[in-house]
């Protein structure tokens, strides 16, 4: 868990994000047991319903199911759910932007390719 969350962002967001980018990231693997509301709460003195509100979110998108009186699990779909949902937001965030603001600059789809690659070997 991260050691202080952001003033500018929901709280409950941020636990929803710190646990999808943990699935990501191989921190939490299919069948782990992830912090419960109220160790979230303990650990970061919120109110549990707060960080049960980004858990809940979890499960309604099928990251995380419940076992009764044992705690919160990942699920087997979890990180390829988090991929497909961070890609189109990624697309939609980032991609569709890029290329209306090259479309202004008369900059063509092939000039941005090759802008990206040219950003590639910058990096070797």
Do not use: C
Not at 50 to 56: F, L, M, V
């Amino acid at each position: 868990m991260k050691n202080s969350l952001d003033d500018n962002k929901p709280i409950f967001l941020q636990i929803k994000e710190q646990i999808e980018d943990s699935i990501i990231n191989g921190e939490f693997n299919p069948g782990d047991r992830v912090p419960s509301t109220n160790e979230f709460a303990a650990f970061y003195k919120i109110n549990p319903a707060t960080a049960g509100k980004g858990i809940n979110e979890l499960v309604a998108k099928g990251i995380l199911y419940k076992r009764r009186g044992v705690g919160m699990f990942v699920t087997e779909e979890a990180w390829d759910i988090l991929i497909e949902s961070r890609q189109e937001s990624f697309y939609e965030t980032y991609v569709q932007p890029l290329k209306r603001e090259a479309g202004k600059l008369r900059i063509s789809t092939e000039e941005l390719i090759e802008m990206m690659k040219r950003e590639d070997s910058h990096e070797d």
